[in-house]
């Protein structure tokens, strides 16, 4: 295992000081696993030390745009003994005050590690970028390293074999800084506002602001009400004339729950330090799109029936369907519980567990959104029996067509989800560009939109709908009297038709 670690000020400036790497014994011969650790050094950059001239936080100092970023307070609370100004002449002698001001904001293995190195590399001082590359250019440089953390004695060399006290000190600095984490994460309990505790981990779509998350969240609501309005007139226009269609209902409850995630996000936008607003938005994000994953199943179950139905109506498919159901709804408890409960610990453990949770949960949801695809497969692609049913009204073969299309932008969404949850955590002050904002609002919002308009305007309350009751083979096409509400289906029929032009209308 390849090890680097990588230092940042609070204002996401490079350092050399507290940059390391270890290169195992396996380099070149089959090394398959890298770790990447990113630190933050709680001091003022350089250029932002320079810049009080010497009277550190002064208010009325003018820092450069990097620390744009940092609130007062935020300055105020860092170290005024770290010394981060480089002295070319003496490069060992400003070490870290304290070993608990050098953060650890992320661990995990990342496949990108050394070439993430390799840009911080670009930064350093000329001799030790140049024996860095020497370094990495020579193959057989294996089970070898390179610190320039250690606290008291500068750079050194782990493969140097004239300084065995070195390497000693290499490993003990590290369990050393294991402990000083620790410390840190209980001094940060007892400074820290809270619980909740305001995340120091970058998310996707970041810490909401007025401009440009107000407008955008506002004409999003103005959207999803439309569509909310549009479902709900469809539902009761159909009861009215005994064409009861719950789907409808479930899509107006999505719109409104969209509408409940977008006006937290403008409150938070307002109140940013407000960390249960965030709470509540991020649980909202996550839950609302779960709905519109139920309906597209049930839709494709419906089709399946239809094609194929003695599998379709199997007692051994029914119990799946309704694990499939269970475990959704359990996902959806677990990303609730991780959420709230990493918002108000700072153990580690349990930050670790919280996140291997949203992991799980993320993962099942992306397996229940390609359900419908290999259900209308099997629908089409097994052997078609003489018994095959319609229902509703159109082809098919459109049926299909909206199935599958909903569960590619379902899979578009939550692979999306998933993939930056299984990414390496970011920093706050250094997030990837998938934690942007636009990536938020178009792998969220942008595509739910487009699933409306794929299910409101295809108008699913005709080409799904079935009779009510209907329990077995035959009920779909009637030839089979369900045991509820079929006699009602087949007179009114003439009924709907008349209303069709009304529907369309509306």
């Known amino acids: 295992m390849c090890y680097f670690a990588i230092t940042r000020f609070p204002c996401g400036c490079l350092t050399w000081k507290g940059s390391e790497y270890k290169f195992c014994a396996e380099r070149g011969k089959g090394c398959k696993t890298k770790v990447l650790e990113q630190y933050e050094w709680q001091t003022l950059c350089p250029e932002a030390r320079k810049a009080v001239n ?49 953060v650890c904001v992320s661990t995990g293995a990342d496949v990108n590690a050394e070439r993430e190195f390799e840009k911080v590399v670009q930064s350093w001082p000329s001799n030790l970028r140049s024996r860095y590359m020497r370094r990495k250019q020579d193959q057989n440089a294996r089970d070898c390293g390179w610190s320039l953390a250690d606290p008291q004695q500068g750079w050194y ?31 940060q309990q007892q400074h820290r506002p809270g619980p909740p505790y305001a995340p120091t981990i970058a998310a996707v779509g970041g810490v909401p602001s007025v401009i440009p998350d107000v407008p955008i969240s506002a004409l999003f609501i103005a959207i999803y009400m439309i569509f909310a309005a549009t479902n709900m007139i469809i539902f009761q226009l159909n009861n009215r004339r005994a064409h009861k269609f719950v ?95 990493s918002m108000y610990s700072l153990d580690p453990y349990t930050l670790r567990a919280c996140r291997d949770v949203q992991l799980t949960s993320g993962t099942y949801l992306l397996v229940f959104t390609t359900m419908p695809v290999f259900l209308t497969a099997a629908a089409y692609l097994l052997p078609r029996p003489p018994s095959q049913e319609m229902f509703g009204y159109g082809k098919m073969r459109t049926k299909a067509v909206i199935v599958i299309a909903t569960a590619c932008l379902c899979m578009l969404t939550s692979g999306f989800k998933l993939g930056t949850a299984y990414s390496p955590p970011r920093p706050l002050n250094n997030p990837a560009w998938y934690h942007g904002k636009a990536p938020f609002y178009v792998f969220n919002f942008a595509v739910e939109i487009l699933i409306l308009c794929i299910l409101t305007l295809a108008r699913i309350d005709k080409r799904f709908h079935i009779p009510d009751g209907s329990r077995e083979p035959g009920h779909y096409s009637g030839r089979v009297e369900s045991s509820s509400g079929s006699v009602r289906e087949i007179s009114a029929e003439k009924e709907r038709r008349q209303e069709d032009a009304i529907l369309n209308d509306a």
């Not at 010497?54 to 609130?71: E, S």
């Not at 307070?73 to 608990?100: R, T």
């Not at 004239?162 to 800084?177: I, K, V």
């Open 54 to 102: 010497g009277k550190l936080h002064a208010r009325r100092a003018t820092f450069p745009k990097c620390c744009d970023n940092l609130q007062q307070q935020q300055l105020e609370g860092l170290c005024k003994d770290c010394n981060s100004i480089v002295d070319d002449n003496n490069q060992g002698l400003h070490p870290f005050c304290s070993a608990a001001h050098r």
């Open 157 to 187: 060399d782990e493969s140097s074999k004239a300084a065995p006290r070195q390497l000693q000190g290499l490993r003990a600095y590290r369990n050393h800084n294991n402990l000083a984490m620790s410390q840190q994460q209980q001094q």
């Open 247 to 341: 789907p409808s209902v479930a899509l107006f409850g999505f719109c409104m729950a969209r509408i409940v995630t977008l006006t937290l996000r403008i409150a938070w936008a307002n109140r940013q330090t407000n960390v249960r607003l965030a709470i509540a938005a991020s649980i909202f994000v996550n839950a609302g799109i779960l709905i519109v994953y139920v309906v597209n199943l049930i839709f494709a179950q419906r089709i399946l029936r239809a094609k194929q139905p003695s599998l379709g109506w199997n007692t051994a498919l029914r119990i799946a369907y309704k694990v499939l159901y269970v475990g959704i709804a359990c996902a959806l408890i677990m990303v609730i519980t991780a959420v709230v409960l």
